[in-house]
């Protein structure tokens, strides 16, 4: 027999004996040696409740939502974080929650919301890592004496009057068992916050981002937020180690854990800027030093933050990084973020109260006379215009996405509850809404003149930040 002969009759021989007949003696097996009748949990929960398909839905439909009111936004002359912020009030209690609790419910159950409050985490973490990034710490050395003062008022007068207002509602606001300082302290930091993305949004639009406007409150918004920062990780000490040598200890660890980071990392992060391949490894480190700050018991977004300013941002490592982490986290894990604070964000719980109603506005007139009074009176004392120096207050007045953060951190710990947590969004919202409109129309001709020498360039964080993040 020829060659292509025997191989029509291997062919079928060597099928039928291996996978005719295993096939066979598998059947004979299952139908004899095994109970066809027992029930079956379906993966992904009981009842067939596909958790894994409700979270994907609920995923692409909050993403969508998000950049379609991101759109919106933006044709408003409002930055698209802002559309971004109140879809997630939408989708929340306050307005499909109240309209449609079974679209809630559905959209939303609890195994799903579990879900997406960890990838929620994953996106504040990473967010703030590239913010750390977009941080030229060579840009803080050598600053004026305008920079230098705008930016201490902008931090000092919200903290007081934070801390002022929060002791006459202690009593009326703090959770049960949460003491007058940590309740002040938060509060303080949650009216000295600068949402320094945001700001850089609203001067690329515009076009003062290399204005001297633009690089003094830039300027400003670096500093600012790097003491807010620092502020905050207090509080949560305080709250967290529950005693003064449980405060000395955590401050102690996070000192040394940041020395460690940035006199250890940043020099080795410089000496390999231009191996790209490494940049898998940097976001691996961001992961870990996340939790090596969450384990110190100041919250895992320190450590993420501490390890973006470590890492040099003009090289070609942390580009490439920002490539790796800069799209899933602000298209689809900050969405998801938005929606789950807006879960949490309540408008319901003010309902027609005159009361609280009356504290919502309170908040607000304090936070923004703190903000945009404190840094326009002090640019203007210092001889900035009438004009610039009411623009100048506006950006600072910005709170945005980084407000959002830290409320949420806030009743995570359990510092604020329900109701303030809604108040503080309501207040992180408009003083953000009245950012660009102020910008816009307070214009004049100082906006043109050149840099004046006491300021430094631009950061040069400030177009990447935009660009990279459209926040």
Not at 54 to 66: G, K, T
Not at 130 to 153: F, N, Y
Not at 435 to 459: H, K, N, S, T, Y
Request: one cysteine or more.
């Amino acid at each position: 027999m020829t060659g292509p002969g025997r191989e029509r009759v291997r062919t079928p021989l060597v099928y039928g004996g291996l996978v005719v007949v295993p096939l066979a003696l598998t059947t004979l097996l299952l139908a004899t040696g095994t109970d066809a009748t027992a029930p079956v949990t379906p993966a992904g929960g009981a009842g067939g409740e596909h958790v894994l398909v409700r979270l994907l839905v609920a995923a692409a439909l909050i993403v969508a939502v998000c950049r379609l009111a991101g759109a919106v936004a933006g044709a408003l002359g409002q930055p698209p974080v802002l559309g971004e912020i109140a879809t997630g009030i939408l989708l929340g209690p306050s307005v499909l929650g109240a309209l449609w609790p079974g679209g809630t419910a559905w959209l939303l159950p609890d195994p799903v919301l579990s879900h997406l409050g960890v990838l929620a985490q994953l996106g504040v973490i990473l967010f703030v890592f590239l913010a750390g990034l977009e941080i030229d710490l060579r840009s803080l050395r050598g600053r004026r004496r305008l920079a230098l003062v705008v930016s201490h008022v902008s931090i000092a007068v919200p903290l007081l009057l934070g801390v002022a207002v929060a002791l006459a509602v202690h009593s009326r606001f703090a959770p049960p068992g949460v003491a007058s300082m940590p309740f002040a302290l938060f509060m303080g930091v949650a009216m000295s916050v600068t949402a320094l993305p945001v700001m850089a949004r609203i001067l690329m639009d515009a076009g003062l981002h290399r204005s001297r406007l633009g690089t003094l409150a830039l300027t400003c918004a670096l500093v600012d937020d790097l003491t807010a920062w620092c502020l905050l990780a207090v509080v949560i000490a305080l709250v967290a180690a529950g005693g003064a040598a449980g405060v000395l200890t955590t401050i102690a660890l996070s000192a040394g854990f940041a020395a460690a980071v940035l006199y250890g990392v940043r020099p080795l992060a410089r000496r390999f800027g231009d191996a790209e391949p490494a940049a898998p490894v940097v976001l691996g480190g961001v992961l870990l030093a996340a939790a090596c700050t969450d384990w110190i018991g100041v919250h895992a977004i320190f450590g993420a933050f501490l390890l973006g300013l470590a890492l040099p941002a003009d090289t070609a490592l942390a580009r490439r990084v920002r490539e790796l982490a800069g799209g899933v986290t602000m298209v689809l894990l900050l969405p998801l973020f938005f929606a789950y604070s807006g879960l949490r964000t309540d408008l319901s719980l003010l309902g027609t109260d005159p009361v609280l109603w009356g504290w919502c506005a309170l908040i607000l007139l304090v936070a923004v006379a703190g903000k945009l009074g404190g840094a326009s009176v002090a640019a203007r004392g210092l001889g900035v215009s009438p004009r610039e120096s009411l623009r100048i207050g506006a950006l600072m007045n910005c709170r945005g996405l980084t407000e959002i953060v830290v409320l949420n951190i806030g009743l995570d710990l359990g510092v604020i509850g329900p109701e303030l947590f809604t108040i503080l969004v309501v207040m992180a919202l408009v003083s953000t809404a009245m950012a660009a409109p102020i910008v816009r129309g307070a214009r004049g001709a100082e906006e043109r003149a050149p840099d004046p020498p006491d300021l430094p360039p631009v950061p040069p964080s400030a177009p990447a930040l935009v660009s990279d993040t459209h926040r």
